[in-house]
């Protein structure tokens, strides 16, 4: 079965970067996504990444993949308070088509 | 273009009573997802539909829930009789395709049970 586990809570001074880190059980995941939730919204999509591929940027995010490790990684560069939310991962693999599995969320705590 | 959207926004309920959550999908998406997150731990599924069809429900904890699409739009989820363990957080998405297509997801129902 899946499962997808996330630290709980990190905390950052703004203008550092944040690293959010995930780790996967399935490795036929196809997708791998990183979702932000801020307080009072719903889940957004803020990249993702195909499971042939190491890395992708994508202004100030970086996501790395290692598939050995079946470690994920998202570096968000220049952290500024905007970006106190929760972050997901979550994965979708091919027994299961549509269906989402989300890690715990890892809350980001941006300081000044 | 309107989001997902879903109401009510907060619900509190005392144990043995009945909730009903609606989602308001995103138009022109056939597919639609129920997930709900407990107590701070992960989001996890419960069920999607194809229009007004149920595609997948394995998610779904027992038969307390029901959940339906009439008419392939909006859906509802209700919870009858609710327990304390259903407390938590109920998510709604849309996609216009399925697989990996993205997810839209609406802002939750938060469900207090007493």
């Known amino acids: 079965g899946e499962d997808v586990e996330q630290s709980l809570f990190l905390s950052v001074r703004e203008g550092d970067s944040s690293v959010i880190n995930c780790t996967y059980t399935?490795?036929?995941?196809?997708?791998l996504y990183w979702y932000k939730q801020e307080p009072g919204a719903g889940l957004q999509l803020l990249t993702y990444?195909?499971?042939?591929?190491d890395m992708k940027q994508d202004q100030r995010l970086t996501v790395l993949l290692n598939k050995k490790d079946k470690h994920l990684s998202l570096r968000i560069a220049d952290t500024q308070t905007g970006d106190s939310a929760i972050y997901f991962c979550?994965?979708?693999?091919?027994?299961?088509?549509?269906?989402?599995?989300f890690g715990t969320g890892t809350r980001l705590q941006v300081t000044l | 273009e309107a989001g997902v959207t879903q109401f009510p926004s907060h619900s509190v309920i005392e144990k043995g009573q009945t909730v009903t959550l609606r989602c308001d999908p995103i138009?022109?998406?056939?597919?639609l997802y129920w997930y709900r997150r407990v107590m701070g731990k992960e989001i996890k599924f419960l069920l999607h539909?194809?229009?007004?069809?149920?595609?997948?429900e394995s998610g779904m904890p027992n038969n307390r829930f029901l959940a339906e699409r009439t008419g392939g739009t909006y859906s509802t989820l209700k919870v009858q009789p609710a327990e304390l363990e259903d407390s938590g957080v109920y998510f709604c998405?849309?996609?216009?395709?399925?697989?990996?297509?993205?997810?839209?997801f609406g802002p939750g129902t938060r469900l207090t049970v007493l």
């Open positions: 539909f194809v229009k007004e069809s149920k595609q997948d």
């Open positions: 138009s022109g998406h056939d597919n």
């Open positions: 979550a994965e979708i693999y091919t027994g299961t088509a549509s269906k989402l599995t």
């Open positions: 998405a849309s996609s216009q395709y399925g697989g990996a297509n993205e997810q839209f």
């Open positions: 990444i195909f499971s042939n591929m």
């Open positions: 399935d490795s036929s995941s196809t997708y």
